[in-house]
């Protein structure tokens, strides 16, 4: 990764993209399968015919409906990115940490939501009618999950990383609507544990990196471990003595 500190967008606007032998490749759809095509190299080369639909199926369920459920709620109020504990506040230097323009930053952005959301549509719905659509989107998350490690099994695939991607921002980012987030942790406990199970086999250093904002992941890095000692004082009867007249 290229930590860029989103200065620079794609020529369409966006942010991730690539560049790759002088071209762009924006959006994590269009990134991912030029990827596959340009090295030969698929994790999900294994799945059948049946498994590739399933898998298209659940990326559009997050992509085109759970994620906006997720926007609808930043729509509400971003204000937390601002701060130096929940948010990217601790890494703003310069003119960024004026307080003032942080708040407009936070306001246009909002706008920027609402406004996309209301053309897409979800927009024009009730905080409680997108609460419905993200609870029945994480219960169908969680019913396709069921017990498995990941949704195709033992190894991970594509959808996982999109699902990894969006969770995510559930359980660990803050929400207005914190009846969602209850829901989760209640009604679907296989996805938390699926998403602690991803950060910890692929991101052991998930602390570091998400309190520094660095996107120089390391793969081989080992959290970092407290070893507690303790001392243990043990005290004895003192011994008998006989005496022998």
Do not use: C, M
């Not at 990894?164 to 609507?177: D, K, M, S, V």
């Not at 996805?191 to 998400?210: A, G, H, N, S």
């Amino acid at each position: 990764n290229v930590n860029n500190e989103f200065k620079h967008y794609s020529k369409k606007g966006q942010v991730p993209f690539i560049e790759l032998n002088g071209r762009q490749y924006a959006d994590s759809y269009f990134i991912i399968n030029n990827l596959i095509k340009i090295f030969n190299v698929s994790i999900d080369q294994n799945l059948s015919t049946r498994e590739h639909a399933e898998s298209r199926a659940i990326n559009v369920l997050i992509e085109e409906s759970l994620f906006r459920t997720l926007h609808y709620d930043r729509s509400r109020d971003f204000s937390w990115l601002a701060s130096v504990d929940k948010g990217v506040g601790g890494q703003l230097t310069g003119i960024k940490k004026v307080p003032i323009l942080q708040k407009i930053f936070i306001k246009q952005l909002q706008s920027k939501f609402t406004k996309a959301l209301h053309v897409q549509g979800i927009g024009r719905h009730s905080v409680e009618e997108v609460e419905e659509i993200a609870k029945k989107d994480l219960w169908s998350l969680s019913t396709l999950l069921g017990d498995k490690k990941y949704f195709f099994g033992d190894h991970p695939t594509s959808v996982d990383a999109t699902a990894f991607g969006t969770l995510a921002q559930f359980i660990y980012t803050p929400l207005n609507n914190d009846k969602i987030k209850t829901f989760i942790e209640t009604e679907t406990p296989n996805l938390v544990e699926y998403i602690k199970r991803i950060r910890e086999e692929f991101w052991p250093d998930w602390d570091e990196i998400t309190r520094t904002l660095a996107l120089n992941y390391d793969p081989n890095k080992k959290p970092e471990t407290v070893t507690v000692t303790e001392t243990v004082t043990v005290t004895q009867p003192a011994a008998e003595s006989t005496a022998t007249e």
